[in-house]
């Protein structure tokens, strides 16, 4: 460790464990168990599928409103304008399934204990202090689940604290740590936020704190043994961990450990070195009719000339039967998501059959992790329905090389 973190050394030498589940669950399924315990096993699975269904009807709504000829008022801005903003609603709603807001975004550590803090302090038994060092650089993290994790540490710290202790106290820290290789089991080397939740309360024995990482182990009567469990996964899929110290009758420390921010890489277009053919025509592969109309439009307003197919079977013989003929269409436009023969494999299909071909998905889930798939899977571009025209105007035209 650098010499600017010889504190944060020492009290990490102080831990006395880190996070470790005996569960037989695997981690996945621990995971998706522990973030809908509290929710609506019903509603989550139908709020996601109803986002997609919105969003293919957002998708014709777009390409209607792109298709119309523009005029002096601006109305059809505003209409563009309110289809954006309700695929942001949508997006929401999706990410429902995940256990969280689906967006991660970089922050400061010291905006979400403030957050902590006014949600909990008039309410504790104990007073709440927060001290975080100005070194400590900003985290890139889904914040709601961020701040589920020190919610949750926050109320096992209050927790600890019946019968009341003599001046009670519950303290949020925070500083910059710097991990090498090997330091700290479960992390890679790099620059850390150690996060600490510090209370005086009753301590945890070494025989409870070994078991407190499993789901549903609990001491509390109306417990469901959910919230370490659940805090300690959030934070290793952040590339994390927790660490927790405990004497009896002098108090516990959680720490949890937080990569600092990384500017991540986008997801963009496959840039094409050059135009292969420039014939202004593309094939648009969607099994809803109304989509499939919308877009034709949208490509005219482009000024490319469109073919389309209901399923992967035609869409392969529409391309064979131009290819043949020396009039190969530009791009395809593919729905990841067809009736029968998925877009990925009509894709690895049409590779075998024109290893240049350019594709480019179409989805109406929101995901990075989904478009980075698809991406590594040949797709040249990856488009989330509902898009505007200048979005699918930039992606053809860095994928066909115009």
Not at 123 to 128: L, N, Q, R
Not at 264 to 270: K, M, R, S
Request: proline fraction near 3%.
């Amino acid at each position: 460790m650098s010499d600017a973190s010889t504190e944060s050394s020492s009290s990490v030498n102080q831990v006395r464990s880190f996070g470790v589940s005996h569960s037989a669950l695997s981690n996945e399924e621990m995971y998706q168990a522990l973030l809908k315990a509290d929710k609506s096993e019903s509603l989550i699975p139908l709020a996601s599928s109803l986002a997609q269904e919105m969003n293919d009807l957002l998708t014709r709504v777009m390409g209607a409103v792109a298709s119309l000829p523009k005029t002096d008022n601006n109305y059809l801005a505003q209409a563009e304008e309110a289809v954006l903003e309700a695929r942001e609603i949508t997006r929401r709603l999706q990410s429902l399934s995940q256990g969280s807001d689906g967006v991660k975004k970089e922050v400061k550590i010291q905006s979400i204990f403030d957050e902590i803090y006014t949600l909990n302090a008039g309410g504790s038994v104990a007073k709440i202090e927060i001290s975080v060092d100005p070194r400590a650089k900003s985290i890139f993290v889904d914040v709601a689940q961020i701040k589920q994790v020190f919610q949750n540490l926050l109320r096992n710290a209050t927790e600890a604290m019946t019968p009341t202790p003599h001046n009670p106290k519950i303290q949020l820290m925070a500083q910059a740590l710097h991990v090498e290789r090997g330091d700290i089991i479960g992390l890679e080397a790099g620059d850390y936020v150690q996060c600490e939740v510090r209370d005086n309360g009753h301590g945890i024995s070494t025989e409870i704190s070994d078991k407190v990482w499993d789901p549903f182990f609990t001491t509390k009567k109306h417990a469901a043994g959910l919230g370490l469990p659940t805090s300690l996964e959030i934070i290793r899929r952040h590339g994390g961990t927790i660490g927790l110290t405990s004497e009896v009758g002098v108090g516990s420390v959680f720490t949890v450990f937080i990569p600092v921010a990384i500017k991540t890489v986008q997801v963009q277009a496959v840039q094409a070195p050059t135009a292969r053919f420039k014939t202004g025509r593309i094939l648009i592969v969607d099994d809803d009719l109304n989509i499939r109309n919308v877009l034709s439009k949208m490509l005219e307003r482009l000024d490319y000339r469109s073919d389309s197919s209901r399923d992967a079977e035609d869409a392969l013989q529409q391309y064979k039967r131009y290819f043949d003929i020396s009039r190969p269409y530009d791009a395809v436009l593919v729905d990841i998501k067809l009736s029968g023969t998925p877009g990925a494999q009509l894709l690895k299909t049409l590779k075998q059959f024109d290893p240049d071909i350019r594709v480019i998905a179409l989805s109406a889930e929101d995901s990075t992790s989904l478009a980075k798939e698809m991406m590594d899977l040949g797709f040249c571009g990856f488009l989330k329905k509902p898009f505007v025209l200048s979005e699918l105007g930039e992606s053809l035209s860095t994928v066909i090389g115009n």
